[in-house]
């Protein structure tokens, strides 16, 4: 098992910038691949970013390539989405999850198997 615990959310204005932190604990040696996804009120669930998390591979969806960055920190587990430029649409609970095999649909939820409980980022205009 692997456990997830996401924090750093919170409210900002529109502009700023704001570092989410994912911390990881357990099986680690088993996870693959690192992704950052959200989900907004009424919408669907979808991806941000993701990173290997051996060999610093990184993905971006294409909304957020620019505006965030995805980093990893191996020694401490854990994972970081900082994310500026905020938008009011960037509003959303933020989730991380790790995936166990490797896959060429990292944008794909289904891949991954652990996920934390999310933390709330509301960007007000």
């Known amino acids: 098992q692997v456990q997830l615990v996401e924090s750093g959310g919170g409210l900002v204005q529109a502009g700023g910038s704001l570092r989410l932190s994912c911390a990881a604990s357990g099986r680690t040696f088993t996870i693959y691949t690192m992704g950052w996804f959200r989900q907004a009120p009424g919408k669907e669930r979808e991806f941000v970013a993701a990173t290997r998390w051996n060999g610093g591979v990184t993905y971006y969806a294409e909304s957020q390539k620019g505006r965030f960055t995805i980093s990893r920190n191996n020694a401490e587990n854990t994972v970081y989405l900082q994310m500026n430029s905020l938008k009011p649409e960037d509003t959303a609970v933020y989730f991380c999850?790790?995936?166990?095999?490797?896959?060429?649909?990292?944008?794909?939820?289904?891949?991954?198997?652990?996920w934390g409980q999310g933390t709330q980022v509301t960007v007000s205009s």
């Open positions: 999850a790790a995936a166990t095999f490797y896959s060429t649909t990292n944008s794909d939820g289904r891949n991954y198997k652990y």
